[in-house]
């Protein structure tokens, strides 16, 4: 599954689904005159915006190379997902500012039946919606997709939370503004995570070993001669990736003949790795400085 299917496909059914969760834990709130239930509700109407958000990064993302955009759109992906850990972080920060306010008022939660009943089936929806996203992000390898997941999973924890204020704010008064700070730094640390994916994969990453370990062997697969590969550097667009190494060749080899040696091993890559690969070439005694 591509990353623009999978992205519009989890985008709408999140929205429609935290929509109609909104109304239901909105009505809850009103009938129980649950001020937690309420303020959990506009929680899930958030998720309703970061989906439109993930909708409008697939939309950006899959436009087509331009003059102003030679390596495509597929960064506004990246960009969506830093959009996405902004907006947790934010309802983050007032979970926790909730919390102590409600610590220094020592004032309990105030649930009824229906606001136990709703918040069951909010948590249930919410982690099936997590794990559905989950899934199409790994299947698509979409990271803005994971971190709606992520979104979806806060949404569950924080109706968890509610929830285990209302089993136990008869035997301590201060249990759910605890938790709720508990839940919040666990939302910090998920904005960050995905946050710094993100941003790692804006400024460039090292490639990994296990695909050095293929590029070695497709090299490997057409010179018996190591021409050493070194200075990996990868690039990721999401759409597509570049790879830029180095190798070196004998002092005797022209250019016309380096050049063909290192056109046929970008085909190669191209061909069983779909990345694009750009090759430096080196005399054979030639040494960097941090070589």
Not at 44 to 67: F, N, P, R
Not at 133 to 150: C, M
Not at 196 to 213: C, H, T, W, Y
Not at 216 to 241: A, C, R, T, W
Request: aromatic share 10%; with cysteine.
């Amino acid at each position: 599954m591509d990353r623009k299917k999978a992205s519009y496909r989890e985008g709408t059914i999140s929205i429609f689904v935290n929509t109609c969760l909104f109304g239901l834990k909105y009505w809850a709130g009103v009938v129980s005159g649950s001020i937690a239930l309420t303020a959990d509700a506009w929680h899930t109407m958030s998720d309703s915006i970061s989906s439109i958000v993930v909708v409008i990064g697939a939309k950006l993302a899959s436009k087509k190379a331009d003059k102003d955009h030679p390596f495509g759109h597929g960064r506004w992906e990246l960009i969506s997902a830093i959009m996405i850990a902004i907006i947790l972080v934010l309802i983050a920060f007032g979970f926790i500012t909730d919390s102590i306010t409600q610590l220094r008022t020592r004032e309990p939660a105030n649930f009824g039946t229906v606001a136990i009943v709703v918040t069951v089936v909010s948590i249930v929806v919410k982690e099936v919606m997590a794990q559905y996203a989950f899934f199409l992000g790994r299947k698509s390898g979409s990271s803005t997709v994971r971190a709606d997941g992520w979104h979806h999973r806060t949404d569950a924890l924080s109706s968890l939370v509610i929830l285990v204020g209302i089993l136990f704010k008869n035997y301590f008064w201060w249990i759910d503004g605890v938790l709720g700070i508990v839940v919040s730094l666990m939302l910090m640390y998920a904005a960050y995570e995905i946050l710094m994916e993100a941003v790692n994969k804006i400024l460039g990453e090292e490639p990994g070993e296990e695909l050095i370990r293929e590029i070695l062997e497709l090299i490997g697969s057409l010179y018996d001669e190591d021409v050493q590969p070194h200075h990996f550097h990868i690039h990721n667009y999401i759409s597509h990736k570049e790879l830029t190494f180095h190798i070196k060749l004998r002092n005797s080899i022209s250019v016309e003949e380096g050049h063909a040696i290192a056109t046929a091993i970008e085909e190669l890559i191209d061909k069983k790795l779909e990345i694009k690969s750009t090759i430096h070439l080196e005399p054979v005694d030639f040494a960097h400085e941090n070589d």
